[in-house]
Antibody, heavy 124, light 106 residues
Framework: QVQLVQSGAEVKQPGASVKVSCKAFGYTFTNHAVHWVRQAPGQRLEWMGWINAANGNTKYSQKFQARVTITRDTSASTAYMELSSLRSEDTSVYYC?????????????????WGQGTLVTVSS | SYELTQPSSLSVSPGQTARITCSGDVLAEKYARWFQRKPGQAPVFLIYKDSERPSGIPDRFSGSSSGTTVTLTISGAQVEDEADYYCYSAADNNVIFGGGTKLTVL
């Protein structure tokens, strides 16, 4: 069955970068887009962006545009989210989620399958 | 900017019907989705296009829409349905989430 397995918890210092991975199992990786969503303690969920796993096209939330990079390695069926210039407010649980489609059409943003989440703590 | 409003909590007894609302102007034009999240588990996608249910989701979960409000209905709520429920929608190349509703079934 479809499974998204994320990398483990990270602790980073302010100003550093973090790269979270999301490995896909149980489906053809390149047939779907992968989204990244985060939730800071006591805050609402925030969508960060998506990647079309086939061609690598991306779309980012305006809030994160300057600091986030989403990539993929098709040979490893893995998507990555890298966030730079970390600050304490970036302390969050980060999730990847698979879309039923590849987001090349208007139909997108259905977070059909989710990873288990990765806690990133930013602290000096 | 768009906002989605949910009640922060709801409590029902097992077997009762739970109705969780989500309100916001964006819902008059854009579809709502719902997902369930339990502590330590991956979230589960419940509803898309306001009322469509993905395969594998029990039919006690249903969605409806009226104007600027969508409703997730859990008919015959079970103890295992105790979780946080979130609505969200997509507009203007962004995704807006509701604040979440903690459903207690006891």
């Amino acid at each position: 069955q479809v499974q998204l397995v994320q990398s483990g918890a990270e602790v980073k210092q302010p100003g550093a970068s973090v790269k979270v991975s999301c490995k896909a199992f149980g489906y053809t990786f390149t047939n779907h887009a992968v989204h990244w969503v985060r939730q800071a303690p006591g805050q609402r969920l925030e969508w960060m962006g998506w990647i079309n796993a086939a061609n690598g096209n991306t779309k980012y939330s305006q809030k994160f545009q300057a600091r986030v990079t989403i990539t993929r390695d098709t040979s490893a069926s893995t998507a990555y989210m890298e966030l730079s210039s970390l600050r304490s407010e970036d302390t969050s649980v980060y999730y990847c989620a698979r879309d039923p489609g590849d987001c090349s059409t208007m139909s997108c943003y259905n977070f059909e399958h989710w990873g288990q989440g990765t806690l990133v703590t930013v602290s000096s | 900017s768009y906002e989605l409003t949910q009640p922060s909590s709801l409590s029902v007894s097992p077997g009762q019907t739970a109705r969780i609302t989500c309100s916001g102007d964006v819902l008059a034009e854009k579809y709502a989705r719902w997902f369930q999240r339990k502590p330590g588990q991956a979230p589960v996608f419940l509803i898309y296009k306001d009322s469509e249910r993905p395969s594998g989701i029990p039919d006690r979960f249903s969605g409806s829409s009226s104007g600027t409000t969508v409703t997730l209905t859990i008919s015959g709520a079970q103890v295992e349905d105790e979780a946080d429920y979130y609505c969200y929608s997509a507009a203007d190349n962004n995704v807006i989430f509701g604040g979440g509703t903690k459903l207690t079934v006891l």
